[in-house]
């Protein structure tokens, strides 16, 4: 599923300067205001999950990029783990997930979410990722969803001994390329990799884009408490950035080292401790130099961008390049923003917020996502379609810029 | 400086309905499109911050909400600890602040933020941290800040040993009150305590609102690692309920338990570990149910609420009341924003975010700030005076919101 000729990641500059950033504002707010007074009189019935009523309209093509799923043997060994048990945070959800009697994938489908019961929903995930070829493309196709860029569930093969991570990888990875290969039109995927032995891992990334031809890769954050920009890791940053091919970062629960203030209120993870273990690992990438080093590296993040573009004025009057000399940065980290990274809209279905990140960073570097099965597809689904854009900009959030920077045809 | 009468923290609901939140969003696009077209009008030569040029304006009145001072008694101890060392890492920058050849406050006035040193920068913040009367006075009076709601600068008292910590809280809210005394029109303040000793702490916070007529408290996020929603923290939290009187919750550097991937890079301090350290206080105060037990509470974050007006989607959809066997809270977390929460603009002035979190959690609980030394007062007027707001709303963050949620003169 992957095609040639991509676009480079270019983008409109960053507004950091006041003047500039009033006149942007300005011509923003008239263009969606004047877009948004058409879309809700476009829209009478205002039901947010319908297509609209009037002029004729295409349905929305739409690709999903950041959905879980496992195989069993993966499962079995997180299994082992849970059964050890240990201070890692992500054992709290895995010891819901996995640890419990199987629930049936008929009675797997989770409630709304007001007054939903998250533990017991934790209970259901189990069903949902190893399901890929029934239930899910089922729910798919109720809920118009074209396309999941499938990825190995947090926390991969993460928290696996070396050797095990590292076949498991290979097989995850081939399994994928099969579901892949029985259903092209409904599939994409990202490969995983061990970060515990960077040279495989490095192998195994080549293999998953030349021979699988996946459509990147996805790590889940932290391994052991190594981040990234770690010299040790190199070698996989710079296979990513050989084969030019997406790394996303995914959350997982905070480092042991990172962890004391997560371990109670549950808030190690979606809720909270997600995005500050991913955040924090996306600005050491930026502020470490890594992205000097490889300069044509490509990052995604989910969760609007784990709350980076929010940041992103402070980021760069408190790290521009030479200010401190612990800072290894060349560039600002705005500027590594338009450069290497792009973001999805997983878990966080805030029109306000969505408004806030295309102004920010620009539409071409945001792309839809749903968070099967940790988030509700009809939701997520509702969310952009709904959500107030112009049709050009809807677009390319559902599917345009996912089949450009991860080379899904269209 | 306090004043009765205080309006309740009340404001619009957070809007999580979609169909609510595109009619809320239009409106606001609209209004903010139309009112900018006037404002690029009225400003035709750009400049900033300069006043509007034509039609008849009045000065802006400026209250600066966070900033910061100490005395050289607190500057003595606070040598002391970092000569003492440890893995604490706010000793980061504490070491640069403290430990070093004193410099003229002649010579302290810092440089733009371009090009700067910011590891020299720090060396100059102790002289301008010790001059409350002085050079401070003359460059609010340069650039129109009409009051500095001052407070001890971080670490505060809270890094010293408990005795030491609770005298040295009782003499700096002295020194803090006279300073106010000699100069009422243009200093408010927010008095120290020493969570180390939360029954003195309760004690001396009643005597800085009841004697001294100070304007609230502020206190550096965790002490020791303990954060307020501790049971031993909750007499310091009846005492802020009780007195009626805002809780400051000021950044300092992530809490030993969750240092370790902030150690490099100098990641632990305003680049991204005050947030992600501050962020996390208050999220534990939202879910621990702590809230619930001191309904009237009222909370003030810095830097743009610590992004967690991004977070709000997510926290609302992830930490429902009752989802979760481990989470405490009765509310929403976008409730307890409503109720118990106000923010300032400290270290973030970007127009972007400013407009976001106005539409998010309501104006009437935002107010400017300027992080006086480590902030420039130039850069951060000049950011409340050009950014797109209309004049009801400058004023409101300039100086009314401030007038109401700390009780200051206008």
């Known amino acids: 599923m992957r095609q040639s000729g991509e676009r480079p990641m270019s983008g409109a500059p960053t507004g950091v300067d006041r003047r500039g950033a009033v006149t942007r504002i300005s011509s923003f707010l008239a263009a969606a205001a004047a877009w948004l007074r058409l879309s809700v009189t476009r829209r009478p019935t205002g039901e947010h999950h319908e297509a609209p009523s009037s002029a004729p309209t295409r349905r929305l093509r739409k690709i999903a990029t950041e959905e879980a799923f496992t195989i069993p043997e993966v499962s079995a060994a997180m299994l082992e783990v849970v059964r050890r048990g240990g201070p890692a945070l992500d054992l709290k959800l895995w010891t819901l997930v996995y640890n419990t009697t199987p629930v049936e994938p008929t009675v797997a489908r989770a409630p709304s979410a007001a007054g939903v019961d998250r533990d017991a929903l934790a209970r259901q995930f189990l069903p949902r990722l190893l399901d890929v070829e029934h239930a899910r493309l089922a ?23 070396r050797d095990t991570a590292v076949s498991l990888a290979r097989l995850s990875n081939d399994r994928l390329s099969e579901t892949i290969r029985r259903h092209p039109t409904r599939f994409a995927g990202l490969a995983c990799f061990a970060p515990q032995d960077p040279a495989a891992a490095a192998k195994e990334m080549e293999r998953a884009i030349q021979s699988l031809k996946l459509n990147g890769f996805l790590v889940n954050s932290h391994t052991n408490g190594v981040y990234l920009d770690d010299q040790r890791c190199w070698p996989i940053l710079e296979a990513a950035e050989a084969l030019d091919a997406p790394l996303y970062i995914h959350p997982r629960a905070p480092s042991d080292g990172m962890a004391a203030p997560f371990r109670d209120y549950r808030l190690e993870g979606s809720i909270w401790g997600y995005g500050m273990e991913t955040g924090t690992h996306a600005v050491r ?21 784990e709350a980076l573009p929010f940041w992103l004025w402070r980021l760069d009057y408190m790290a521009s390049p030479g200010s401190r000399a612990a800072l290894k940065n060349s560039l600002k980290p705005s500027e590594y923003m338009q450069r290497n990274f792009s973001i999805t809209t997983s878990g966080l279905e805030d029109p306000l917020a969505l408004r806030y990140v295309i102004e920010k960073i620009g539409v071409e570097r945001v792309m839809w996502a749903i968070d099967y099965p940790f988030q509700q597809t009809e939701g997520s689904v509702a969310f952009i379609e709904s959500a107030p854009l112009s049709e050009t900009e809807r677009e390319q959030i559902a599917h345009r810029n996912a089949e450009r920077i991860f080379r899904i045809a269209d």
Chains 1, 2 share one sequence.
């Open 139 to 161: 729910e798919m196709d109720a809920s118009g969803v074209d396309v999941h860029l499938l990825s190995l569930v947090s926390p991969g093969v993460q928290m696996l001994e």
């Open 285 to 305: 990438l930026m502020l470490s130099g890594v992205l000097d080093r490889f300069p044509r590296l490509r990052i995604v993040l989910g969760h609007m961008g």
